[in-house]
């Protein structure tokens, strides 16, 4: 087949937006969503970060997140030698333009992304004196904002610091694992421009998710195991200087 | 606003969640379950020295009990919708149990106990006044004119009952609000199983303080001679019930010190820091162990009248100090720092704002204006009421 110069124009642009209709995935239709066949959690590879801050920033544009609070951010953690227990850490504005250049001092340093852990026993939802946070069926915590008292509880309660006031909304706000997109078959906001793939969405009902093969071969941690939140953001490569 | 930081703060965690007036909170229904507690003494326990007090208890209770609430809404987003607390209450927080207790605490006890004491006094003051205050007493006999001695006799047995249920009710309202803190286990500053109790037993010490205060300053003011057998019993009480709620800290702040758990160096640093000024020296030694020792002369040492008032005056106000800043650190202190236990922020309070420093002293005011009001209304001095007595004799 003999295609012109000028014909090869058309059909480039139209190939490349096919393209990127394949790579985006075929958005579920929210209508048939079903909340029973998931449980939403993530992975989070932190050996990839380069704490470049571009989920912070996706999240932010995503959300609407106001300026000075975070849905969710990136740390830098900086552990000289055996003292793991006092690691210097610093996050400007969660991260959201990058970090300066680190110390040259022989220690190593490393990023660690935050969001809400989405857990399945969350202090955060237990405490809410009217049920405005829960946790939803598919396993994502969200918060109705027309109902939120702004008592502020639930900001207390949560040990990972995910929780803010909006101040615009007087309401607690929090990560809702991009809820608007998850449940159109789309990923997080925060995944999909993660440039090393450092997040990645996880289904925990979906068998055929390849979190599963990831957790079943992999060392993995949560976040503070000791509180018992059943955290479902899993990291991998977790130092334990981390809190 | 620019907030100092020191160290590493989670970034949502720069900006403190509860304000000065959630120090109030606790504050002001500390006072009422101990001002609560003090008059149960009298009415259960039979102790008839504190009697002169027992009215004047009831009455503060209630002016501190009505002004509690207002610093929750003050501090809510969303005050509007505080209702949906008695509509759709979330069987698994502490906090949505508030409005139940309160309600149950203002109208299943203390409102009720003060109406079946003043039911007497209020149907011969609805004969004896004229105009509104005909009006207003007579609304509130409720309809019922009788004070025949069975009548009255009920009241006392019924008053007695409600007084039973309305000291655990007392504990409840006050061990609650610990709760609410102390079940918060991602905040090591607050999880305590110790602070419902220390809770309950600061607001025994602060409301038997307040009590004991007002009586003094009400005789003062009314030109009238002290019952010292009721004010040294008053001060006994809060002697030892100071020395419980003294040791319960010390247990909580030994043990924590002897476990030395993942907080303890963050939270050890922020005592001898920030807290300092606050916890240390207002708390312990002005507002603890001051009160604490002069109250042990009192009790050691043989003094004279005017010694005796002049140190109960002292104590009462040291200790109240004490008891404000033992709520401060609690609440103000839990959150300055970071739940990474890496850094600590700083509280920056408003003057005239809906969470400043203004409203925390209006707020503290209002109770003492209600108070008085309601004095002017239902004095519980006991020659009124013997006049007023006389008066419904004369007119039976």
Not at chain 1, 56 to 63: S, T
Not at chain 2, 28 to 39: E, H, K, P, Q, R
Not at chain 2, 91 to 100: E, I, L, N
């Amino acid at each position: 087949m003999n295609i012109t110069r000028r014909q090869l124009l058309i059909l480039l642009p139209a190939a490349a937006i096919a393209w990127e209709h394949i790579l985006a995935g075929t958005p579920e239709a929210s209508p048939n969503y079903n909340m029973t066949d998931h449980w939403w959690g993530m992975l989070m590879d932190i050996t990839r970060c380069i704490g470049c801050g571009s989920c912070v920033r996706a999240c932010q544009l995503e959300n609407q997140v106001p300026d000075g609070y975070f849905r969710t951010w990136v740390e830098r953690y900086h552990v000289t030698d055996w003292e793991v227990e006092y690691p210097k850490v610093d996050s400007p504005d969660g991260g959201k333009g990058g970090f300066p250049t680190a110390k040259e001092d022989g220690g190593k340093n490393f990023f660690v992304p935050k969001l809400c852990n989405h857990c399945a026993d969350s202090p955060c939802t237990q405490v809410c004196p009217v049920g405005a946070t829960f946790v939803s069926p598919d396993g994502v915590v969200l918060v109705d904002q027309k109902y939120c008292l702004g008592c502020r509880y639930c900001v207390q309660a949560c040990p990972y610091g995910c929780r803010f006031i909006n101040p615009k909304t007087e309401t607690a706000n929090k990560c809702t694992l991009c809820y608007h997109r998850i449940t159109k078959g789309l990923t997080t906001a925060c995944c999909e421009v993660c440039p090393t793939g450092t997040r990645q969405l996880a289904d925990l009902k979906n068998p055929n998710d390849p979190i599963h093969e990831f957790l079943r071969t992999h060392s993995v941690q949560v976040l503070k195991p000791h509180l018992a939140t059943r955290a479902k953001v899993f990291y991998y490569g977790l130092d334990g200087s981390v809190r | 606003m620019q907030i100092p930081v020191e160290g590493f703060m989670y970034p949502n965690e720069v900006e403190l969640q509860w304000s000065v007036l959630i120090v109030l909170y606790p504050f002001l229904t500390g006072l009422v379950a101990g001002a609560f507690i003090l008059a149960s003494l009298e009415r259960v326990f039979q102790v008839e020295a504190v009697k002169p007090t027992y009215r004047l208890a009831l009455l503060t209770a209630l002016a501190f009990l009505m002004v509690a609430p207002l610093p929750l809404q003050l501090h809510l987003g969303h005050p509007e919708r505080s209702f949906e607390m008695y509509l759709t209450p979330h069987g698994s927080s502490a906090m949505a149990m508030f409005g139940f207790v309160y309600l149950w605490y203002l109208l299943g006890v203390l409102v009720l106990e003060i109406w079946l004491d003043y039911r007497r006094d209020i149907v011969v003051m609805s004969q004896s006044n004229t105009g509104w205050k005909r009006l207003f007493y007579r609304a509130l006999t409720l309809g019922s004119n009788n004070i025949s001695e069975r009548s009255l006799h009920i009241d006392e047995r019924v008053g007695w009952l409600i007084t039973v249920i309305g000291i655990p009710s007392a504990f409840l309202l006050h061990g609650y609000v610990g709760f609410i803190f102390g079940s918060i286990k991602a905040n090591p500053w607050w999880s305590s199983p110790l602070m419902p109790v220390v809770f309950i037993f600061s607001a025994m010490v602060s409301g038997i303080a307040i009590v004991m205060l007002l009586y003094m300053l009400m005789c003062w003011l009314r030109r009238e001679a002290i019952d010292m057998r009721c004010v040294d019993t008053v001060a006994k009480y809060l002697f030892y019930t100071f020395i419980i709620d003294f040791s319960l800290e010390m247990l909580d702040l030994i043990h924590r010190i002897y476990e030395a758990d993942e907080s303890f160096r963050s939270l050890d640093f922020m005592v001898h820091t920030r807290l300092y000024l606050s916890q240390v020296v207002i708390q312990i030694f002005l507002g603890t162990v001051a009160p604490i020792g002069l109250l042990a002369l009192t009790q050691v040492l043989k003094l004279t009248d005017l010694r005796r008032k002049r140190i109960y005056v002292i104590a009462g106000c040291l200790t109240l100090i004490g008891i404000f800043a033992m709520r401060w650190n609690v609440v103000i202190g839990g959150q300055l720092f970071s739940k990474s236990f890496l850094g600590y922020t700083t509280y920056k309070m408003g003057f005239v704002a809906r969470e400043g420093l203004l409203t925390a002293i209006v707020l503290t005011i209002l109770p003492f204006v209600i108070l008085w009001v309601l004095l002017k209304l239902l004095p519980p001095w006991p020659e009124k009421h013997s006049v007023a007595t006389s008066a419904a004799a004369s007119a039976d």
